[in-house]
């Protein structure tokens, strides 16, 4: 059974920095390899929305509001996502989920991915 657990979520301050990760199991061995990792957030009374993504490729890609701030990495073994999160700001708040689909979606679809985790909630204050 697949399962992704977030942790990392906090209440800080703008221009704080935080950590995100997402422990992710029950993938058969190497499938994960040739699916799409990304991260997403949710804001109270908005669309669910992409943040940033790593493609089957290995290529990271961001959307551009938190591009030069957060960067999206997994460690080695490929059981971990990360989402480091630096010079945060008031409008980075929001649950944080990641997610994990084939090679075939794309990035900021959240329709079209298959794994979801509980989510994170990121608070930050001005």
């Known amino acids: 059974q697949v399962q992704l657990m977030e942790s990392g979520g906090d209440s800080v301050q703008a221009g704080g920095s935080l950590r995100l990760s997402c422990v992710m199991s029950?993938?058969?061995?190497?499938?994960?390899?040739?699916?799409?990792l990304a991260w997403f957030r949710q804001a109270p009374g908005k669309e669910r929305e992409g943040v940033a993504a790593i493609e089957n490729d290995g290529r990271p890609t961001y959307v551009n509001s938190v591009k030069g701030r957060f960067t999206i990495s997994r460690d080695n073994a490929g059981n971990i996502l990360y989402l480091e999160m630096n010079n945060v700001e008031p409008e980075d708040t929001g649950m944080y989920y990641c997610?994990?689909?084939?090679?075939?979606?794309?990035?900021?679809?959240?329709?079209?991915?298959?794994?979801w985790g509980q989510g994170t909630q990121v608070t930050v204050s001005s």
């Open positions: 997610a994990a689909g084939g090679s075939w979606v794309r990035p900021f679809y959240p329709e079209e991915y298959t794994y």
């Open positions: 029950g993938f058969h061995y190497g499938s994960y390899i040739k699916t799409c």
